[in-house]
């Protein structure tokens, strides 16, 4: 393993990631991005029990000696690519929890990175927003699929009968068929 492919700095207990070359230190996440990335990381583990996909969280994935993640939720199908030391390949789904100092790189550079490594389904969570996009690759290129949101009250009061038939409450996981995660579930304990 390449020095710059190894992304945890034990001395200053600081996790790195690696894209295009560039390395960046990532931050601990607040109270909310940790009770979302449980949450789903949980929902995730109790469907895929004795199922042939592993999901993982805050795991390294290394796609090459340039491009080193850290994303907050992951899924792998594909057992080879799974090591002691992380994710030597590309997972099918891909899960990153939007924080300040990293909402930019999710959006940009790395959803870039996850559509050329071949990632089938990425998520953009929004802990302010409490909402979830949900991208699936078609052609190579990633597609919004659509946009997930807990409404607040007021909110949902000011919606007619047709658009709150409308709404989706849970999100269908294109990896398996009968997989679905609650949006109530997703954002449990968040403020």
């Avoid at 996850?114 to 998520?123: A, D, Q, S, T």
């Avoid at 302010?128 to 990633?142: A, E, G, M, P």
């Avoid at 949902?156 to 269908?172: G, M, P």
């Amino acid at each position: 393993m390449s020095a710059l492919a190894y992304n945890y700095n034990y001395k200053d207990n600081e996790t790195i990631e690696i894209i295009n070359g560039v390395v960046y230190m990532m931050s601990r996440p607040n109270t909310n991005h940790m009770k979302i990335e449980g949450n789903i990381f949980t929902a995730f583990k109790n469907y895929l029990k004795g199922k042939c996909c592993v999901p993982f969280n805050e795991t390294d994935v290394f796609f090459s000696d340039k491009d080193n993640f850290v994303p907050d939720v992951i899924i792998v199908c594909n057992p080879e690519i799974i090591e002691d030391d992380g994710i030597h390949g590309t997972p099918d789904l891909v899960v990153e929890i939007l924080s300040p100092s990293t909402a930019r790189r999710d959006k940009i550079e790395k959803f870039s990175k996850y559509e050329e490594y071949g990632v089938k389904e990425y998520w953009i969570v929004s802990p302010q927003d409490k909402s979830v996009d949900v991208y699936i690759l078609r052609d190579n290129k990633f597609v919004l699929d659509d946009v997930y949101s807990v409404y607040r009250d007021f909110e949902w009061k000011k919606l007619t009968e047709d658009q709150k038939a409308a709404v989706k409450h849970e999100i269908k996981v294109s990896i398996y068929d009968d997989l679905y995660v609650k949006l109530d579930d997703i954002f449990e304990y968040v403020n």
